[in-house]
């Protein structure tokens, strides 16, 4: 029987009750939910040595099979090349790129004892998923291992335009890898379109239907957005309604409104922007004065990489200041706290909000976007401000207020818009954008995936 091998970077916890803020973990955890199958990754430790032997426990219907690195290869795999390279310039951050021949070297390393593990471990017949930008040259490494299974890849993070792309050194070699694949996935339309443009230009690609031909290989290639469940996330948005920790938030805000920004503590993510956005409404609309809080929840992350330190400085010093400025005996302009909460707890703050402000400087797609969106009563639903540079802009631009992150001005303004919008408008933006969030479920982002693997 033909199985599902997941491959990832990232595992979920395998702990009940642990949660870790990031995409592509809580995605592929709901999607493998249904389906069963092998899940394969980096078990979070770096004290391994490269021959240590695998860990498989089995939770649920998903078999957890975990290798540690070591820490030279989290040094050069994880921290220099994964995030010092490829998550800096896909996100169009080319000013924080840090580009090193040995990180390079380290990368592909550890890409190939995944490789030799999956030579170990697949049959014939099984289906390999392979999901984000640590393991692009997996499938190259997989071929080289004598592995001839389907092979998908899917990035969650923006493809950027060919020329930010040729600024890694190794992006012939690096987009060739990708051309391994049997099918490659993005979030949008317009991240294909930069893949398929790099192909076209640089590698003599010809792009026919959604076959693309680079030389003797042809690859399928499309747009599969990664959706969630809104129904199970609506459902736990009501689960801790009664919890301690939304009673506290609650009495804090003595019923002022409440805007709401959750997110990994990344420079990709628009915080200080975020902060000076609303400073400039107080500043603008002082209606607004000991009316409102703004709630980010900011999670530190790669905090051993140099601009992830300098944001996380960054933000601090904003915040202080802001509130500084604006902090009366009895109202606190920001709360801005360093960590996780539960799921349901996160969504019933959603639930608990006017508005959700979602506005990332460039973002693979932002399923807090939709998370938000799922989490709200319909009988009296909050606005989502949102990016135009998250990939769920392309699905969400009609129901939500949109804004440049880059104009700061017009996140006050779009912040105050949310503000006021009467209860009936909020009502048909939300019908609208629910019915885009169970069109494009995370099942149909899988079996959509799948299927064209398949055939
Ligand atoms: P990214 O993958 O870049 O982190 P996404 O918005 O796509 O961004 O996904 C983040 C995921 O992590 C969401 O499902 C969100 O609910 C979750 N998350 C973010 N911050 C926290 C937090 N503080 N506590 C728990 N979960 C979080
Ligand atoms: O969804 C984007 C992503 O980079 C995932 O690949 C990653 O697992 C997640 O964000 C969190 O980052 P990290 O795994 O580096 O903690």
Redesign the pocket.
Known sequence: MSRLIVVSNRVAPITEGK??????V?GVLDALRETGGIWLGWSGDISGEPSTAPVTETVDNIDFCTIPLTQRDYDRYYRGFSNGVLWPTFHYRIDLSQYNGEDYKGYVEVNQRFAALLATLAQPTDRLWVHDYHLIPLAQACREQGLDNRIGFFL??PFPSPSVLRTIPRHRELVLALCQYDLVGFQTQGDTQAFVDYATRHLDGVLEGDILQVGERRIRVGSYPIGIHPDQVKTLSKQSARSKQLDALKAGLQHRKLIVS???L?Y??GLVQRFDAFDCLLETAPQHRGKVTLVQ???P?RQDVQGYRQIRRQLESAAGRINGKWTELSWTPIRYMN?????SL?MSFFRASQVGLVTPMR???????K?YIASQPADDPGVLVLSEFAGAAAEMQDGAIMVNPFDTKAMADGLDLALRMPLQQRKKRYEHLMEVLRANDLSRWRDRFLGDLES
Do not use: F, Q, W
């Not at 960590?339 to 799921?343: K, P």
């Not at 973002?363 to 976007?369: C, E, I, Y």
């Open positions: 949660s870790t803020a990031g995409g592509l809580v969650h993070i959750v997110d990994r990344d990709s993510k929840i900011a999670p992350s960590r996780s909460y539960e799921r996160l973002d693979g797609m932002n399923l807090v976007a998370e």
